[in-house]
């Protein structure tokens, strides 16, 4: 069975959903998801989740098949072309990879990196199963990029990325685009960037989770799991400690209602509550995973054994767990308000400008090892 009505279904059901381009939607309907993901069956393949494929020794997951949701809205942000050159950073299962050379063919060439050997293996074991010429997957730290066949027209990292690479931008064309899950103070953001004289500045924007880049190129993150099968995993934007909060959520929350932003649609109103909080919330953390009534991601406080998450129920919801969760919960719709007074900035409406030298610093200025982001909205 070639599962071609799981394919179509799952693509008609993402569009309902969002925006997907024709090449992109083309590309999802061609190529057999369910051929990267042997370990599951084909029917668990077609839905819109991501699949974990690889553990580290301590049971945490570090490679997977990425949700078909985001994996088309980076494709669409990243608008590949026939004959056009990619580089992609992360190979996982080579399901992207593949998509990638249906978009660039004919005449086109994909390259992918991954830093574990078995994950390229088995990367190439998949797209010679599944059939897929014109792509080379090749076991280097994806840092470095690839410059023995650079410049490249595009280049896509499908791992999150605490900086921008100095070698990804010296590897693109003038004209190139770069697409990257890119670390915002502990929340990623989709960022699709170009060139702008001596800096870069985004195009498109938009929220994402990603498994973060290992290697010397991680950054500062820490994860810490929850709670396995289903995965539920915190990420803080850097060290600090934090006390038992999986104990707490197995407890009864308090819950307090969020009195605006009712109206804003769930999905918006989280992620754009998690920049908001991101650049003013010392506390903050992000949960990623089984929540509520499906896989997806949310924003909260931490501090303590005490937690507080931004839930959708019927409206928006502070969920607090622990002995301080009702004080955090009611702290977090308390940024919620004023988020909402501040007429609601969205991650979409986001633009971040990455500069390769020293800024004037201000509120929105984040300095990483090698490119200081300045982020503004409008």
């Known amino acids: 069975m070639d599962f071609a009505a799981e394919r179509a279904a799952m693509v008609a059901a993402l569009r309902v959903r969002q925006p997907i381009g024709e090449p992109v939607a083309a590309a999802m309907l061609a190529v057999p998801r369910h051929l990267f993901v042997p370990s599951v069956a084909p029917e668990e393949a077609y839905r819109d989740q991501p699949i974990v494929t690889k553990r580290d020794a301590e049971g945490w997951p570090i490679s997977s098949s990425s949700q078909p949701a985001i994996m088309a809205t980076m494709l669409d942000q990243l608008g590949v072309r026939p004959g056009h050159r990619v580089l992609e950073i992360g190979a996982g299962t080579g399901y992207n990879a593949a998509l990638l050379a249906h978009l660039t063919g004919p005449g086109g060439r994909v390259v992918s990196v991954d830093i574990d050997e078995d994950i390229v293996a088995g990367a190439r074991e998949h797209l010679a199963a599944a059939g897929v010429a014109g792509v080379e997957v090749i076991c280097l730290d994806g840092a470095g990029g690839h410059p023995g066949l650079a410049p490249y027209d595009r280049l896509i990292a499908t791992v999150g990325v605490w900086d921008l690479a100095p070698a990804w931008l010296e590897q693109l064309r003038g004209d190139g685009r770069l697409v990257a899950p ?39 993150e820490v994860l810490k799991e929850l709670r396995r099968d289903p995965d539920l995993v915190m990420t803080l934007p850097e060290p600090r400690e934090i006390g038992d909060v999986a104990a707490a959520l197995d407890a009864p929350p308090a819950e307090v209602a969020v009195r ?8 918006a109103a989280i992620m754009g509550m998690s920049l908001w909080l991101a650049l003013r919330e010392p506390r903050l953390c992000t949960v990623t995973g089984k929540l509520g009534r499906g896989f997806g991601a949310t924003v909260g406080l931490a501090e303590g054994d005490s937690i507080a998450l931004l839930l959708m129920e019927d409206s928006l919801v502070a969920h607090g767990h622990g002995p301080e969760g009702a004080v955090l919960a009611e702290e977090l719709a308390a940024h919620v308000e004023a988020w909402d007074e501040a007429g ?34 409008g």
């Open 344 to 377: 609601r900035p969205q991650t979409d409406h986001l633009r971040i400008e990455a500069y390769q030298g020293p800024v004037p610093s201000g509120p929105m200025v984040i300095e990483k090892r090698h490119t200081t982001l300045v982020l503004g909205f």
């Open 260 to 267: 605006t932003a009712a109206d804003a649609t769930p999905f």
């Open 182 to 220: 890119l670390d915002l103070r502990g929340v990623q953001v989709s960022a699709a960037m170009e060139r702008a004289g001596d800096h870069w500045v985004s195009r498109t924007v938009t929220p994402c989770g990603f498994m973060r880049m290992r290697g010397p190129f991680a950054g500062t």
